[in-house]
Structure formats: C-alpha cells, structure tokens
C-alpha cells in the first residue's frame, strides 16, 4: 500500500465490486427498458456497510465511468451519489434498515431529496435532455402541455422516488440474506440489519 | 498490434483527456461537429474503430431524445421543419450542440477504452511512482466490470432457460429484476470477500516502492503527442476565454 491512499484491503476489494454492479445494474435496467436507473444499488450497499465515505468514493468513480462511456450528462449528478450515500449512511445509524416498512419509508425519502437535486440539474444544466427512461416521461408531460420545468420536475421527483425506493428496498433485502460470515465484518451493516 | 494499443498508456489516457476537455471548451455547433470528426479519424487511424461504433449506438438514443425534448417540443422561435410543420430554432440548435459534445466524449472515451491494456497502464503508473492504490483501483474496477457484465450475461441466460421472460409489458419485465439482479449482488458480495483475504495475504498494504517489471517504453513521439494535446487544450481555452 503506498503513502497517499490509506484504505484497508476490504475497501479495495469491495469498492471494484460495488463500481462494477453500479454499472452493470444499469446496463441490466437499460435492456430491460424500464424507467428507472438502479445505477445507486453499488453505493447503496457500500453505505450500509463501510459508512458515507465508501459509499461516496463508489458514486464518485461509478459517475465518473458512467459519465465518460455514455455521456456527460452523468457527471454532474455525481452529487446525487453524495446525497444518496450522506442519507443512506443517516439510516444506518438510525435503525432505517430494521425493518422492510422502516426501509421503505427511508427509501421515499432519499427517493423525494435525490429527486428534487436530480430535477434541479436536469433542468439547469441540460434541460431535461439527461438520457433513460425519464426523458421519456418528460416529453409525454411537454405533450400534454405543461412548461418545461414542471415535466422536468415531475418526470426527475417521480422516476428518482421509484428507483432510489426500488435501490433500498434491495438492498435491505440483500442485507438481510447476506450470510452472517460477510456481515459479521462490517460491524455497521450488521447492526443495521440486527436492530 | 494497432498504434492505440503500442502506445503509452498515458498518451492514449491524455489524448482521450484532452478530446473531452476541448468538447467541453468550444462552444459553437460547427466547433463540436468538426471535433467529432477530428475524433472518428484519430480513432480510425490509431487502430480504435471500434470506439467509433459503440459510441454511435451509445449516443443515437439520446440524439433522438434530444431532438424530440428540445427541437420537436422546445420553446421559442419556430423554423419550418423540410417534412412540413415547425422546429424550435433555438431547442434545435442546442441538441445540435449537445449531440456532438456528447458523441465526442462518448466516442473518445470508449475508443479509449477498446485499446485499454490494466497491465500496461499500472506497469506505467509503478515507473512513475504513481499513487498504486489508486492505479489499481482503476485496473481493478474495469476488470470487476467485466466480469460482473459476464456474469450478468450468463445468469440472464440460464434464467431465461428456466423460464425467465425478460420481454413484454411493463409487469413482466419488472418482475424479472429480482431474479437478475439479486443471485449477482449475492455472488458479487462473496467474490469481494474472498478477494479482499487474498489481496491482504498478497501484500498489497506492504509500503513503500515498487518495482515495475515490465514498463512501457516511453517515447518521444509519445511525449509530442502529449504535449500537443496539452497545448490544444490551452489554446482551446484561450479561445473561449476571448471570444
């Protein structure tokens, strides 16, 4: 290990893990054409176990990757990754992954403070052209005619509800199936899931 | 063996670097365009054609919504469309602009990426006593990704044969998610903690330097290279900067 990046063995190893299935989660919602992201799932999991920091340094580098083979329409909400790992990180520490109905009621709301970020860039940076499904969603709202921002921002608040919802459901799920052996490392994670 | 991949890793890396800076820098629709073109050919030329195609069936999706959300339903001044109806001038022009930034740094970063070799570029990175934690994150995150792609492709497969549908309406595909995606997070979180035991049996949090066995020659026209690409990026800059 060098000087300058001072992270023990199991970050290394799970944070490559995690980038990895942030990236091919969304390659696996994109064929299967459905109007969420579920690029969060790798960040998610890494808040949970390791704390903010971890899953901040997955979102950082998954965004990045993401950004630079498909567009950099992605670069910017590299701070919804930020948010998402600060909000998931709060849950954690206060039993949010107790219970499915606790998961649920924190999945909506970092589904609502990730959506109203995700509508405010969308709409400021690239207006409402991001690329996926929601754009869809948006151009069907500008059909029926409303403004611009309010189908930015209904398209962006409702698909970000639903696929951050949908990410920490899983994820609570997958924390809950995880043998004891793997959870039994991440004292965080393990206290989250016993509470 | 093509130029892209007997370069240095670093001048394809600065190369690629500076063709999504100056995407980023140039501002007018035929500046984007001409850079688009720039790229395809450099791409050719050095052997990563590749790139090319993948970056177009990459950003042709989102052409279209571009030009759906800003030209066919765009606010402000309406130009004749040459098919009969109207366009929004200005939406049209921005999707214009958009669409080719966006094929530039999508096609310069998988054009990139068809000619990435992990070995050479952290060999390249221990001879510059680079950061080897961060070198091999990088190293270690493409080839997780993959292995995960893989690993994503075959279950799909065998899931598909024990009756998965993964077509059809809105129900049917949501349904087949957790199928898909939960015996992946499941392998992939066994993968990580295996691995995690071997990479701190291997010594990596030995410190101190590193010996690179087997550097890449670093030449001077890869130096050129790089340094014209530097100084793209800050005329480039300069440009905008007065203009």
Redesign the interface.
């Known amino acids: ?10 970050l ?10 942030n ?3 969304g ?3 994109k ?4 109007p969420v992201y ?1 690029d969060t ?1 790798g960040t998610v ?1 890494v808040a949970v176990l390791v704390g903010f920091g971890g899953g901040a340094l997955v979102g950082t ?1 998954s965004q990045l ?1 993401i ?7 992605s670069l910017p909400f590299v701070v919804i990754q930020w948010l998402l790992a600060l909000l998931v990180a709060a849950a954690t520490r206060r039993g949010g992954f107790a219970s499915v109905w606790r998961t649920v009621a924190w999945g909506v709301a970092c589904g609502l403070c990730c959506g109203a970020a995700s509508a405010v860039i969308a709409y400021l940076l ?4 991001t ?1 996926g499904g929601v ?2 969603v ?2 069907a709202l ?2 029926v005619g409303l403004p ?1 921002p309010v189908a930015v921002a209904i398209g962006s608040g409702t698909t970000d509800v639903l696929d951050k919802g949908i990410v920490i459901v ?1 994820v609570g ?2 924390l809950r ?3 004891r ?2 959870l039994g ?1 991440f004292p965080l994670a393990a206290r989250a899931a016993a509470q | 063996m093509t130029l892209a991949r007997r370069a240095h890793p670093f001048t394809s890396g600065t190369v690629t670097l500076a063709l999504i800076a100056l995407a980023l820098v140039l501002s007018s629709t035929r500046q984007t365009a001409a850079l688009y073109i720039a790229t395809i050919v450099i791409a050719l030329s050095t052997g990563a054609g590749r790139g090319v195609r993948t970056g177009l069936v990459t950003v042709a999706p989102i052409w279209v919504l571009l030009f759906l959300l800003q030209g066919v339903l765009g606010d402000g001044a309406r130009i004749a469309a040459p098919w009969g109806g109207t366009l929004s001038g200005p939406g049209l022009h921005w999707a214009l602009s958009q669409g080719t930034r966006l094929a530039v740094i999508a096609t310069a970063s998988l054009a990139f990426a068809s000619s990435f070799d992990p070995h050479r570029f952290l060999q390249a990175a221990i001879a510059r006593r680079w950061s080897f934690g961060a070198a091999f994150l990088l190293v270690a995150t493409l080839d997780a990704a993959d292995r995960l792609g893989e690993q994503a492709r075959q279950l799909r497969e065998a899931q598909r044969a024990r009756g998965l549908h993964v077509t059809g309406s809105l129900r049917t595909r949501a349904g087949a998610l957790p199928a898909l995606v939960f015996p992946l997070l499941l392998a992939s979180m066994t993968e990580a903690d295996d691995r995690a035991l071997a990479l701190e049996t291997r010594g990596l949090m030995l410190r101190g330097p590193r010996t690179a066995t087997d550097p890449p020659h670093d030449t001077a026209p890869d130096r050129i290279v790089r340094w014209l690409a530097f100084v793209a990026v800050l005329a480039g800059v300069i440009w905008r900067v007065r203009s």
Do not use: D, K
């Open positions: 290990m060098n000087h300058y990046l001072r992270i023990s063995p199991r290394f190893a799970l944070v490559p893990a995690a980038v990895a299935i990236l091919v989660m390659a696996i919602v064929e299967l054409s459905l579920l799932v999991l580098i990757l950004g630079l083979l498909t567009g950099y329409q690239f207006r409402g052209a690329g754009v869809w948006t151009a500008r059909v611009l899983a799920t997958l199936a995880l043998p052996r793997i490392r």
